[in-house]
């Protein structure tokens, strides 16, 4: 088994206990950022866990992530950098800036894609 | 006296019919109504397209009518979550999309199709090979989304919504149930394994013994 360190950077702005701090974990080559983020008490936002909603979406800042098991994600997504971290397995180290789904909504939106294009 | 007293209605004007002393307790408590209101539009919209895609789902479990009665209680419990809610959003100064597309594109959850590929001449489903089992699997993942869902919406109005919360804590109960009960049918069926659910039969289709609105009707 291989494990990463992620690093995850939480925005100023944000209305979390960790805002405008970075903290890095472990995590496990065949586990998802997001639920390893939520086991080692690193509260991040989420809602259907199937990377569908982009409530988790994030930035990513550095390194590759596996995103087979989203049930909706877009090369677009994947060229602007935007990642879905409910779905996302790492496939290096990795830095990533959370918070992000404001900027995937408008991305989706932008390319007329949901569900960006139904909340814009 | 009463010139003297107007209606002690805080930062709203007595009479005025533009703002909601409803939502602004909200705000005043540290809530933003707004982002509440668009989280359930998108939890709503995801009842109603699980009510439409059980519907379908239902439809492809022939021979399996035990499975069809519960995927009947939970699609028409479903559908009462969706009902249950939708008032709330134009409490809150809200409206469902003109567009059911919009309504579907924005729904927290993924789409429950039959888990086939269609032909591409008609959109025919190619169900020849289509098992209890993949669709009790749709069921159950379309079950905990909910489940995350609302969990959300409880989070969100602890403390601060209780009419809100007392909604998102109704179709938990329910969605928590209907995950039970498709462990309970999918570990059979596909393990062959006892995982009981451990609970009594709804009084009749589609129940929703926590979460059922007023009827509009008695045909509802």
Request: charged share 35%; with cysteine; hydrophobic share 35%.
């Amino acid at each position: 088994m291989i494990t990463y360190e992620v690093e995850l950077a939480v925005p100023e702005t944000v209305d979390a206990d960790l805002a405008g701090e970075s903290r890095t974990i472990e995590v496990d080559e065949d586990e998802y950022v997001l639920a390893a983020a939520r086991a080692a008490d690193v509260w991040l936002p989420a809602d259907c866990q199937q990377g569908w909603c982009t409530t988790c979406a994030a930035e990513l800042l550095e390194g590759e992530v596996d995103h087979s098991a989203a049930k909706r994600y877009y090369d677009v997504d994947r060229r602007a950098d935007l990642v879905l971290l409910c779905v996302a397995k790492p496939r290096s180290d990795l830095r990533v800036l959370t918070h992000q789904q404001e900027a995937m909504l408008d991305h989706r939106a932008a390319n007329s894609l949901p569900p960006g294009r139904s909340k814009r | 006296m009463s010139e003297d007293k107007p209606h002690a209605s805080g930062s709203v004007e007595p009479g005025d019919t533009s703002t909601r002393v409803g939502m602004e307790v909200l705000r005043e408590r540290g809530l933003d109504p707004e982002e509440l209101r668009e989280k359930l539009i998108d939890a709503i919209g995801a009842e109603f397209t699980t009510y439409y895609y059980y519907t379908n789902l239902r439809m492809h479990l022939a021979g399996h009518e035990d499975y069809k009665e519960i995927t009947e209680d939970a699609r028409l419990e479903d559908r009462a979550h969706f009902e249950l809610v939708a008032p709330r959003v134009y409490e809150l100064g809200g409206h469902l999309p003109n567009d059911i597309r919009d309504f579907a594109d924005r729904a927290s959850c993924p789409d429950a199709e039959v888990p086939v590929p269609s032909d591409d001449e008609g959109g025919r489903l190619r169900v020849e090979d289509l098992t209890a089992e993949q669709v009790l699997e749709v069921l159950l993942e379309a079950e905990r989304c909910a489940i995350r869902t609302w969990s959300e919406v409880c989070d969100m109005t602890r403390d601060v919504d209780p009419r809100t919360y007392d909604m998102a804590q109704r179709i938990l109960q329910e969605e928590i149930e209907h995950e039970a009960w498709f462990v309970e049918l999918l570990s059979m069926e596909r393990d062959g394994e006892i995982n009981p659910a451990g609970h009594f039969v709804r009084g009749e289709p589609g129940d929703a013994p926590y979460s059922t609105n007023r009827r509009f009707n008695d045909s509802a």
